[in-house]
């Protein structure tokens, strides 16, 4: 079994990976995760999002997700 700690970073609250939990998850940093609860606070199906497929659907996501910052600077 492997612990994972839940904590606060800012105003977000965020679960801390091991090294260990990263190797087993074959996860690393920007990863996406998806988690399915089953009720009473049980985990169905933990699944990991891949970007293999497209090479460029990180670049675009990232994007997508900053667009707004990056329209502040051309005003």
């Given at each position: 079994m492997i612990a994972l700690k839940v904590e606060k970073i800012g105003d977000r609250i965020a679960v801390v990976l091991t090294e260990e939990a990263l190797a087993h998850l074959n996860l690393g940093v920007g990863d996406v995760l998806h988690v399915e609860?089953?009720?009473e606070g049980m985990v169905r199906e933990v699944t990991r999002e891949t970007w293999i497929e497209d090479p460029h659907a990180?670049?675009?996501a990232f994007l997508?997700?900053?667009n707004k910052s990056f329209e502040r600077?051309?005003?």
């Open positions: 609860p089953s009720g990180r670049g675009r997508r997700r900053y600077f051309e005003g």
